[in-house]
């Protein structure tokens, strides 16, 4: 629910769906594109409440002058940091305290499925288990410095995985995210694909944990009308 | 040969890391009572909910207490009823007396509802226990008290309500009697009972009626008592308006100021943010302010005036600012389910809060109190709530159960997405 500045650190997330070909897509943007998007959104930032600079776009672990950046955006006075990622590259010895000693206090992870769909749709074995060792890592590091943190979930939806996003969001919020964002394609509003988006909107609820819906009105769910601002979206 | 004294178990079951002033001002009371002097001996056992209730009763008998008494609210009331019933089977004979908020004004349900309660101490508590003390020492006659409700045979009695009492000052300070240990971080102050304002859903105003104070001198032996204990960095006060109107709180704001230089802080006063301004957040720091509780619980304006609570945005804006500009961080605190808010002034409430970008969102769920003026019109209110403590709310006449579920999961997840922020972000 709170606004974040995004600043692209590459194209494309940090994971796709190879059976829908958008993991070529991605690729890190160059240190000083990154630096320009940041400086732009520091400047636009007006008075009082510090805004808050999400960095996605690629795997922004791979770009070497990501410390430099959160500290940046750390310096120029932002209130939260949030790094998209694969999370992976969160099990690397060094890199969730390192996150968290920078500042980094919302830590985002692409994912694609369920247990067991994620690694197939990402073209990567291995993949989901690297980045539940990632997300282990990050809340070792938040108990450890005692920091509040904030773990979520990004799921680019598409017709590969839209039936399993209930046991997808079950699985995420397992692993800790207390939100899950479900990125829909705004042509996929055919009833079955929105009949899972409920089912997995509920599945948030129940187990306590937020749901939001990004790309499509989220009024266009069943039940759902009334309450579209939970779900990112505007009530009916 | 005197008698034995009547040995008397005080027990808590407290949030963690809390100890109950409520037990510390019985005790002190009762001590410091003519009828009870040396005839009466006290033991205080302060423990927390994450205690098991078969652990809770080990430790009390083992105290071979002739007597019991707990203090029950809306959190703790199932294991404090636990309790109770393993007490109860283990020492059929053994009285127990509950008091506090959740029993009090609901007293005679308790005890149909309860046969391990002996007697229920109803509204302010101090001179009734020591009388109901007095009463079991003479005659255990309990349903003769003024202000318990008790057993007399088969039957529930109720005897008349007791007056609040008048001169605050005739309580000891559990401090300054040394019945309650003072715990940096964990020590609570008040420097009067009742509430200025009478909102709904609280039990605050409900309970106590109208303001009476502590005389000035007595706060400020306390302050000294506890600024001045070895140890201590910060302390609080659990005045539900600590910025009432007048030069007093200026004067006790002069007085903490003495402490504060020292380095001894205040944590989560409660304010009355709208009477806030530049001069007064400035006061209020030099007293050591560190941080603040201030609503707005709804910014709905229907379930504003069913609440009867007042709130103006622009003040409530305005003394947000002017706290932050001090340095003090503020919570500011939502309740999901407050009758005539629809959902989309909760979601309201949250936007605005958010636009404050205060150190913390606290947002929780109605509780619908017994004794509170919520609790008595529920049925006029189209409230629903679980009859079962802590008493939550299940459905209203604007937002069903579905719409409160998804309400309070989100308003939960906005505090800890709010909450993991540079500024203030250390556990």
Known sequence: MLPFVEVKTGTGDAAGCVRCGVISDAAPVPYEEALRALDAAVAAWTGGVNANVSFSGGEPFDLPSLPDLVARAVAAGAARVRIVTSGAALGVAGNAGGCQSAGVRHMRVVLLGSAGLHDALAGSPGLYAAAMEGVAAWRDAATLGRDRTFLSALVPVCEHNVGDLPSAVADAIAAGAREVVLRVPSSMDDPRSMRWIGSACDTGTVNRARVTIEGLPATALDGYAEHAALLGGESR | ?427
């Open chain 2, 1 to 427: 040969m005197s008698a034995s004294p009547l040995r008397v178990a005080l027990v808590a079951v407290n949030s963690p890391g809390y100890r109950s002033l409520a037990l510390g001002y019985l005790r002190a009371y009762a001590e410091a009572h003519p009828a009870l002097a040396g005839r009466v001996a006290f033991q205080t056992l302060d423990m927390d909910t994450a205690v098991s209730p078969w652990w809770v009763a080990y430790r009390v008998l083992s105290m071979e207490p002739d007597v019991v008494a707990l203090s029950v609210n809306c959190w703790n009331a199932d294991a404090v009823h636990a309790a109770c019933r393993v007490l109860a089977a283990a020492r059929p004979r053994m009285p127990i007396v509950l008091g506090g908020p959740e029993v009090g004004p609901v007293a005679e349900e308790v005890l149909r509802r309860h046969a391990a309660v002996t007697a229920v101490v109803r509204g302010e508590g101090e001179s009734t226990f020591a009388d109901a003390l007095s009463a079991f020492l003479r005659d255990g006659e309990l349903w003769r008290v003024e202000g318990v409700t008790a057993r007399r045979g088969g039957e529930v009695v109720s005897a008349d309500d007791r007056p609040l009492i008048a001169d605050l000052d005739s309580i000891p300070s559990p401090y300054l009697a040394g019945v309650m240990p003072v715990v940096d971080g964990a020590t609570y102050l008040e420097t009067y009972r009742g509430c200025p304002n009478s909102c709904g859903y609280c039990f605050e105003g409900k309970g106590y009626g109208r303001v009476r104070r502590f005389s000035e001198q007595r706060v400020r032996e306390e302050i000294d008592c506890v600024a001045h204990t070895p140890g201590i960095t910060s302390f609080s006060f659990i005045d539900p308006v600590f910025n009432l109107p007048g030069d007093r709180f200026e004067r006790l704001c002069e007085h903490l100021a003495f402490h504060a230089v020292r380095g001894v802080r205040l944590h989560t006063i409660e304010l009355d943010v709208e009477a806030v301004g530049p001069e007064q957040a400035a006061m209020l720091r030099r007293a050591g302010v560190a941080s603040v509780e201030v609503g707005p619980q709804t910014v709905g304006a229907t379930a504003l005036e069913t609440c009867r609570r007042r709130f103006d945005r622009e003040r409530f804006v305005a003394g947000v600012t002017a706290l932050k500009a001090q340095g003090i961080s503020v919570e500011c605190d939502l309740i999901v389910g407050l009758p005539g808010d629809t959902f989309d002034d909760v979601v309201d409430g949250w936007r605005f809060v958010t636009s404050l970008d205060p150190w913390k969102i606290q947002c929780s769920t109605l509780r619908v109190l017994p004794g509170t003026d919520l609790f008595i019109r529920a049925d006029e209110l189209g409230l629903a709530f679980d009859p079962e403590p802590p008493h939550e709310v299940v459905a209203t006449g604007q937002m069903g159960f579905v719409a409160l579920r998804r309400a309070e999961v989100a308003g939960t997840v906005l505090s800890e997405e709010h909450g993991a922020r540079l500024e203030g972000g250390t556990v």
